[in-house]
């Protein structure tokens, strides 16, 4: 079993729909949680970061974070054409300071 | 964050021969980390580059596949040794800027690409 599960996808929805994406995990010393958006052929950008369990809202993105059930949520509100990448989850903790990613969603949204 | 660069950002090479990935920062940071990132796979961490030591390998990477030098707070190289086709991958250096967080910001990648 992986440290951090992450549908694979591809998830497509309409230009305006809210999207959810979800990693669960396995490993209780995590302690921060990212959310990355890949391009095709770029590099991850950090999108939200979260520290320990709660909510953290930036503009159209919302980080949700669940120790007790081990569920990390990216939410996308209004989705839009621009929002077409790979999402990847990444937590770190512990004493560790390397990154522990999940598989990658690919999301497409359609205009 | 940081600006972090690349070079090569893309290379074709023959099998046998080896590739060193330079990385840059723009800002002294007090971890990098060399990541793989396979065709249609998500990141594997590959070593943490110590600043002034060894590097960190982790599980299935060795120093002589991969040596990495990091010879100040800014640049790092990762070399990818005798290299076959099944070292085609996107290989990233992150940095961490050493806050209390854990937030790591990645460069663009090298694309590389083993015949």
């Known amino acids: 079993q992986k440290e951090v599960e992450q549908d694979p996808g591809p998830l497509s929805v309409p230009e305006g729909a809210i999207v959810s994406l979800n990693c669960t995990y396995s490993n209780s010393a995590f302690q921060y949680f990212m959310w990355y958006r890949q391009y095709s052929r770029k590099g991850p950008e950090l999108l939200m970061y979260?520290?320990?369990?709660g909510n953290k809202e930036d503009g159209r993105f919302t980080a949700q974070v669940d120790k007790s059930s081990k569920y990390i949520s990216l939410f996308i509100r209004d989705s839009q054409p621009s929002d077409s990448a790979t999402y990847l989850c990444a937590m770190s903790g512990g004493g560790r300071r390397a990154l522990t990613f999940g598989s990658g969603t690919r999301l497409q949204v359609q205009p | 964050s940081a600006v972090i660069s690349q070079k090569p950002s893309r290379d074709i090479c023959q099998r046998g021969t080896s590739l060193t990935i330079q990385c840059q920062v723009d800002s002294q940071v007090t971890m990098m980390f060399w990541y793989r990132q396979q065709p249609g796979q998500s990141l594997t961490l590959i070593a943490t580059?110590?600043?002034?030591?060894?590097?960190?390998?982790e599980s299935g990477f060795v120093i002589d596949k991969f040596p990495i030098s990091r010879p100040n707070l800014t640049f790092s190289t990762l070399t990818v040794s005798n290299m076959s086709p099944e070292d085609s991958s996107i290989y990233l250096c992150?940095?961490?800027?050493?806050?209390?967080?854990?937030?790591?910001?990645f460069g663009p990648g090298t694309r590389l690409t083993v015949l």
């Open positions: 979260t520290y320990s369990s």
């Open positions: 580059a110590n600043q002034g030591s060894e590097a960190t390998y």
């Open positions: 992150s940095v961490d800027l050493g806050q209390a967080s854990d937030e790591q910001f």
